[in-house]
């Protein structure tokens, strides 16, 4: 660690990416070398790595195994909601990995066929990205948040062969059966997979389908261990879907090669860690930072990484991250700022933290939703090492702005996560298309290239990819948040340009929300805005206009669309408030104005926009919002709504 060795960094892989991730590069294990570094002959579709073959599995097990260190701690499943505790080396975990592979094999998975992961935290889970890794299938790991619908429409999209789920997860004290939900979304499908493979645990055992569906123990009994495939850098890894502005998820894709090179890259000049050091993400494999940093990097760079099926309170208390961190050696852990929101709810003096050892843990990282300065003072006063705010998206798998703490730690500044990490050109736009002066906020871009690991395009979709992504800002990538830079170049992501919300760290579309509210049979026209909630950040509520000629009491229409919210998106939607009015609030030309209301709602000074149709609606929406608790008299400008229905004890619903 130098200083200056960041902006050294900085600029060297600005004014020479080739150099820069070629050099990177070596960290890799490869089996060809590539010919050309960044092929830019399709602008502005980037391919990193052209040419070079690898296997993404070999690198994240049997390499470590080869350099002498099979031995060593390669996963660790701490689960507090079944008080488990299990252990595998590199080389259990890699044969259990080549096993299941050679499982998929005997089900006629090959080369870029595609696999859906649906589970909960388990091991198992793991198991099933590095065994499609191994043998070059392209997996979609499913949050296990999602409703059968949600499921449906990814299964769709990627067509899979095979769909890897579980008979249950747990949700705290919660049994989840999931079966009936896949079982479900296979129904409402109209792709269907060919086999299922279920994983049998014992809290809610699943009936088992004859002809299609197979216990994960008995395909792994009759499998033979299949080895490392070469694969083209180019091959994709893997596809995660991420809510875009409607209903239908937008399927990022991941190459093995520049993401492998990335991924490795992150974790000795972000996080500072090392191979045989214990990193652990607290996030769920289903989010890009379990993809990234539960599974991906901590292995490629032979960490040990923790699979928690727990939650930061309540399983079973808000010691439960300090009790890990003591117990399995933590050094850096990466999670969202909403788990410090719960913890620090919980135990506010940070009481529980001082009946833990945790005297080997070297920094905190958090990402996924804006931090908020007192959840990352809190944190920094109460344990005494650096916390990292770092900004990223599901699009580019790593972070976008960071404090690089491997190469240079900066001096953190509350509320920014930050300057530009090595690779990515950030520039902020007004809306002509010019460039804002320091403190000036804008839409937030990144020059063309980006850079390894961040997604070449959308699954079977380039110009899907183009026209949402790169088609604003002719040669930039157009990152959806809006923010501003400091004189120092320090970054502040404020708000997202479009109808994504960000809900517990986890990314929703608000548009979704309303194609839901919308079918309900008596309303007209909706609106869902994201409000501020002090424990989630944001949570969803919805403003509905009712036909003409209805007359239903509208607590029983708000509890209808809550369910169908559940239903259709799933529980992680958090959608549990809506509230009647008689219009919307639009402009001229009928855009309704969503910003305006989420103003209101959060108690924020606002100036109703000039090319508003009628103000007069402003007051009846401000009452409107009253009546559930928001847009209060006593909501200060700037900070959280007190937020209705929230009991004493328990972490808002
Ligand atoms: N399977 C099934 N249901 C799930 C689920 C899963 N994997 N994950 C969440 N849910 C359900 C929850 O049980 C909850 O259901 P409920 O409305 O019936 O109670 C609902 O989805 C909302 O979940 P969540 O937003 O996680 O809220 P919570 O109240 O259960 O927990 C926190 C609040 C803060 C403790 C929790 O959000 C948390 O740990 N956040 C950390 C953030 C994180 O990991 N983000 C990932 C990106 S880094
Ligand atoms: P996801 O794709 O789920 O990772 O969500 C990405 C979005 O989360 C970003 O576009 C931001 O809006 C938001 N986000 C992630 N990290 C941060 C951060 N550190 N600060 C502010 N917003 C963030």
Redesign the pocket.
Known sequence: MTTGAYAAAYQRSLQDPEGFWGAAAAGIHWTRKWTRVLDDSAKPLYRWFVGGELNTCYNMLDRHIDAGRGDQLAVIYDSPVTDTVRKYTYREFRDLVARFAGALVNLGVQKGDRVIIYL?MVPEALVAMLACARIGAIHSVV???FAPQELATRINDAKPKVIVSASC?I??Q?V?AYKPLLDEAIKLATAKPEKCIILQRSMAEANLRAGCDLAWHTVMETAKPAACVPLAATDPLYILYTSGTTGIPKGVVRDHGGHAVAMYWTMKNIYNVQAGDVYWA???I??V?GHSYIVYAPLLAGCTTIVYEG????TPDAGAFWRVISQHGVKVLF??P??F??IKREDPDGTLIKKYDLRGFQALFL??ERCDPDTLLWAQQRLGVPVIDHWWQTETAWGIAANCTGLELLPVKPGSPTKATPGYDVRIFDEAGDQVKPGQTGNICVKLPLPPGCLPTLWHNDQGYIDSYLSRYPGYYLTGDAGYQDEDGYLYIMSRIDDIIN????RLSTGGMEEVLAAHPNVAECSVIGVAHE??GEVPVGLMVLKAGVERPEAEIVKEVVQMVRDKI???A?FKQAVVVQRLPKTRSGKILRGTMKKIADGVEYKPPATIDDPEVLGEITAALRRIGYATAGTEPGRYAKTAGTEPGR?A?
């Open positions: 909960p949050f296990g948040g997860g949700e705290g919660r989840i607290a996030s769920d289903g989010w930072v939650k930061p309170v309540g999670t969202a909403t788990a929101r719960a990402a996924g809900v517990a760290g986890h424990l989630k799933g529980a992680v958090s972490y619903k």
